[in-house]
């Protein structure tokens, strides 16, 4: 038997799980957007934060300090 509190949870982690789908959809749109192609790395870290083990704000700062690294060295 499903309870309110099983449906508020269900719908919790459906909304988490929708933003997290929308976020990745966005940040794919803006490398398109600037004719850039997202390397494996990155594709793997986008699945990793649909699938909720990884927070976009952790991918960003890795692949700010690798690609802006890369340019300054």
Same mark, same amino acid.
């Given at each position: 038997?499903?309870?309110?509190?099983? *449906?508020?949870?269900?719908? *919790?982690?459906?909304?988490?799980?929708? !933003?997290?789908?929308?976020?990745?959809?966005? !940040?794919?749109?803006?490398?398109?957007?600037?004719?850039?192609?997202?390397?494996?790395? !990155? !594709?793997?870290?986008?699945?990793?934060?649909?699938?909720?083990?990884?927070?976009?704000?952790?991918?960003?700062?890795?692949?700010? *300090?690798?690609?802006?690294?890369?340019?300054?060295?």
């Amino acid at each position: 038997m499903h309870t309110d509190y099983d *449906k508020d949870l269900s719908m *919790k982690t459906i909304s988490k799980q929708e !933003v997290r789908r929308k976020v990745v959809g966005n !940040v794919l749109a803006s490398m398109r957007i600037e004719k850039l192609q997202p390397s494996a790395e !990155v !594709v793997r870290g986008l699945n990793a934060c649909m699938a909720g083990q990884e927070t976009t704000a952790n991918l960003h700062q890795q692949v700010m *300090k690798r690609h802006v690294s890369l340019r300054r060295g």
